[in-house]
């Protein structure tokens, strides 16, 4: 069995994207994702999720382009002892993400709410007290393994 990779900047293991991504060829190099800022030039294993009803979304309040309605998701993927052991949880965009921040990540504290991130373009007040700092990795060696992640730095 081939081992999940990991998206350097938000750690999810979800290859799948939501069904509300917009249409995208990912086998041309070089284009931007409109909602996350993330190129084709490195994401060449994503695919896109399929349009599933599911007749619980209504009382649970989502649609179905959230990827947090997935039960997939919600019920196994984030229980897998990988993804607790990333403190995953779910991105309604992404789907599972670790909540640790890379350890070159700009800083959050004191920004104001509506105040976007340089990296995924995500809300700081859609992520406000959800989110860690990484572990301060600044005397690894090149060989070091993530404490979040669990991958080579090398890798």
């Known amino acids: 069995m081939a081992s999940k990779q990991n998206c350097p900047v938000v750690g999810t293991t ?3 994207l939501p069904p509300s991504h ?4 990912l086998n ?5 994702c409109p ?4 190129t084709t030039d490195h ?3 994503l695919h896109k999720h399929p349009q599933v009803p599911h007749p619980d979304l209504a009382s649970e309040h989502l649609s179905h382009d959230d990827a947090a309605a997935c039960p997939v998701l919600k019920n196994k993927v984030v229980k897998e002892p990988k993804s607790q052991q990333m403190d995953d949880e779910l991105c309604p965009v992404v789907g599972t993400a670790t909540t640790v921040l890379p350890p070159n990540h700009p800083p959050t504290e004191g920004k104001p709410g509506d105040a976007i991130c340089p990296v995924t373009k995500a809300r700081v007040d859609h992520h406000k007290g959800k ?5 301060d990795v ?3 060696g090149t060989d070091a393994v993530c404490p979040v992640a669990g991958v080579k730095a090398n890798a």
């Open 14 to 16: 979800n290859t799948t």
């Open 28 to 32: 041309k190099p070089g284009q931007v």
């Open 35 to 38: 909602i996350v800022g993330a």
């Open 131 to 135: 989110l860690h700092g990484h572990p």
């Open 138 to 140: 600044s005397h690894a």
């Open 22 to 25: 917009p249409d995208i060829d």
């Open 43 to 45: 994401h060449h294993n």
